[in-house]
């Protein structure tokens, strides 16, 4: 009775489609690649030893092992040691309840070191995305129906808009994209940062990503290491690491169904 409900789906799958849904208009539950994985970061699962009844439990753990056989190095983020810390080569017994602390200054690594995957935040995710800085709407993102010239919008559920480095503009976002947006080469030319001041109906606008990256510049890893009791040299480590290990920009060859396709390397999260 009532509205607190609690299953499989609104603690595991859902969080993955919602974030997939947000982040780049799909609905789906993708499954890591461990086979072609070369860094993996593990964070609050007992990897050996946990899981549901899909793929996360029945294959999971045979697919990690080959994987590790493999040359696949393995940082596992948990307060407990379990089953886990043990095998893996790099285990950080975080403090309860820190985890943001951590991912914040995780972040402020991969941008000051440069791991920005481009392509990807540009084509696939709302990080270019304009968002009000003022007025009513403060925090939130402009729409194609906020524009003095509204545009139809066929991509993104309700038309964000974004600023053109190449028409030096604002237009909706799905204008700036290449014909195949999942073409590897194939950049959109919407700005993750600018220069200048922007308005949407008169108020200020700025793209999330720029705000996302002011955002993090003062959550370093020495911050972290006093909210997180891990040491700010490894929170580092682990953070270079993970950037190092993208390689982003660079593409791999892998074989699907006996098929050889060359694929971008992709830093991945998921659920």
């Known amino acids: ?4 409900v609690r299953g499989h789906g609104n603690v595991c799958a859902t969080g993955n489609k919602m974030a997939i849904s947000r982040m780049g208009a799909g609905f789906s539950t993708p499954e890591p690649d461990f086979d072609n994985t070369e860094f993996f970061l593990n964070w609050g699962w007992n990897a050996t030893q946990a899981g549901g009844p899909h793929l996360c439990n029945t294959t999971y753990s045979k697919e990690m092992a080959e994987g590790y056989e493999d040359q696949m190095d393995v ?8 089953g886990s ?5 790099e285990w950080m017994p975080i403090e309860p309840g820190t985890d943001l602390a951590f991912f914040l200054a995780f972040n402020h690594v991969l941008i000051e070191e440069g791991y920005v995957d481009d392509w ?3 084509n696939n995710t709302n990080a270019p995305c304009l968002v009000y ?9 402009a729409r194609a129906d906020d524009a003095e010239d509204p545009v139809e919008s066929v991509l993104w559920t309700e038309g964000e808009l974004v600023y053109d480095e190449e028409a030096g503009e604002i237009v909706s976002h799905e204008e700036t994209l290449p014909e195949d947006p999942q073409d590897p080469p194939a950049v959109g030319t919407a700005a993750l940062r600018v220069e200048e001041d922007l308005e949407v109906d008169g108020d200020t606008v700025r793209p999330a990503f720029e705000l996302f990256e002011e955002h993090v510049a003062d959550y370093d890893p ?3 290491a006093e909210i997180t009791d891990l040491p700010a040299e490894q929170i580092r480590r682990v953070a270079e690491r993970w950037g190092e290990e993208a390689r982003i920009g ?6 699907v169904n006996g098929e050889r396709r060359q694929v971008p390397y992709r830093p991945v999260s998921m659920s």
Request: hydrophobic fraction near 30%.
């Open 1 to 4: 009775q009532g509205i607190n």
């Open 75 to 82: 940082a596992v983020l948990d307060p407990q040691r379990r």
């Open 85 to 89: 810390g043990q095998w893996c080569d």
């Open 120 to 122: 990807f935040l540009r």
């Open 133 to 141: 800085t003022e007025g009513d709407n403060e925090g939130e993102l």
């Open 222 to 224: 020495e911050w972290a």
């Open 250 to 255: 660079a593409t791999t060859t892998v074989e």
